[in-house]
């Protein structure tokens, strides 16, 4: 079946520094791919998606270009800040409509 | 913001009480979906609807049924709440077409303490 794995961290970064978070994916067909922030006390909001191979999503700073060959997404943002602290999905739909959802990485930005 | 609202907000219950959660959304989108939130587990499947009348389940469906009587509503059932059904519940909604995979939006969430 689909399954998404990425790192449950928590990642800690300092502000500034570059943000690399991993996400490989397995699926069946020709997925969309998504990640999917959760901030504190929320629920998930959509960060940026591709939906073809070599489509690159970004929002807000944030990147992540999909890579059939090597079956990944990892998102990256090249100057984090505190508000980007939270927890971070990757999210993949091989199936119609439904969405298999990572575990979740938790990033922690300090000043 | 997507439409979509969840209540209760917070709920403590005892276990073998029934419980229901709501979820009521205003996009009129077909697609309709409760996950519970674990540490260590992510976002888990529990149920989905694709229609008035017509839901299938998740990955982790034991232990809970769903309804949908109109397009806007879909509710969660626990029938007999148990301690292992201590979560965060989200709610989420997606429009649809085919072929397309369309993005989800979210509810604010629910948590459920069974005691």
């Known amino acids: 079946g689909d399954s998404v794995t990425q790192m449950e961290g928590p990642v800690t970064l300092s502000e500034e520094a570059f943000l690399t978070i991993n996400c490989t994916y397995t699926?069946?067909?020709?997925?969309?791919l998504f990640w999917y922030v959760q901030y504190p006390g929320e629920g998930l909001q959509l960060l940026l998606k591709a939906t073809k191979a070599d489509d690159k999503g970004s929002n807000k700073g944030f990147e992540a270009t999909y890579r059939k060959e090597t079956t990944s997404f990892h998102l990256e943002k090249g100057s984090v800040q505190v508000s980007d602290s939270a927890v971070y999905f990757c999210?993949?739909?091989?199936?119609?409509?439904?969405?298999?959802f990572g575990i979740g990485t938790k990033l922690q930005v300090i000043p | 913001d997507a439409g979509i609202t969840q209540s209760p907000r917070h709920k403590v219950t005892e276990t073998g009480t029934p419980v229901t959660l709501r979820c009521h959304q205003t996009?009129?989108?077909?697609?309709m979906y409760w996950y519970r939130q674990d540490p260590g587990h992510g976002l888990r499947l529990i149920h989905y609807s694709y229609g008035v009348k017509d839901t299938d389940k998740g990955e982790v469906s034991d232990g809970y049924s769903v309804s949908r009587s109109k397009t806007e509503d879909f509710l969660l059932t626990l029938e007999s709440a148990t301690s292992s059904q201590t979560s965060v519940y989200f709610c989420a909604i997606s429009a649809a077409d085919l072929g397309i995979a369309y993005e989800q939006y979210f509810g604010p969430g629910t948590r459920l303490t069974v005691t």
């Open positions: 999210a993949n739909s091989g199936g119609y409509q439904k969405v298999t």
């Open positions: 996009e009129n989108h077909r697609y």
């Open positions: 699926a069946t067909g020709y997925p969309s």
